[in-house]
């Protein structure tokens, strides 16, 4: 069975940091290429955020993030992570962990809030 675990959501001043964590399971987390996607407000699309290859050799940023988010991940531990910094309040949504390898996998998803 397949499962993306995320973690380490929660409440944060403008300025703070957060580090999101996303436990895979169920496949081979070493082929997966991995993203964060977050939506902002039911109903709203889910964006990509950032993603990363297989290997971890290639990411990929949104533009409003680049700077401030690093995705990395550990292939030895099935885990993906979001480093998140300087966050804003703009950047306040549900985070979705994906991966995708020969079928697409969400996650249930972790809220972050960005307010003073």
């Known amino acids: 069975q397949v499962q993306l675990v995320e973690s380490g959501g929660g409440l944060v001043q403008p300025g703070g940091s957060l580090r999101l964590s996303c436990a895979a399971s169920?496949?081979?987390?070493?082929?997966?290429?991995m993203s964060w996607y977050r939506q902002q407000a039911p109903g709203k699309e889910r964006e990509l955020v950032a993603?990363?290859?297989?290997?971890?050799?290639?990411?990929n940023y949104a533009d409003s993030v680049k700077g401030r988010f690093t995705i990395s991940r550990d292939n030895g531990k099935n885990t993906v992570y979001l480093q998140m910094n300087s966050l804003k309040p703009d950047d306040t949504a549900v985070y979705y962990c994906?991966?995708?390898?020969?079928?697409?996998?969400w996650g249930q998803g972790t809220q972050v809030t960005v307010s003073s």
């Open positions: 993603s990363i290859t297989s290997s971890g050799g290639s990411t």
């Open positions: 169920g496949f081979i987390f070493s082929r997966a290429y």
């Open positions: 994906n991966a995708l390898d020969i079928y697409m996998y």
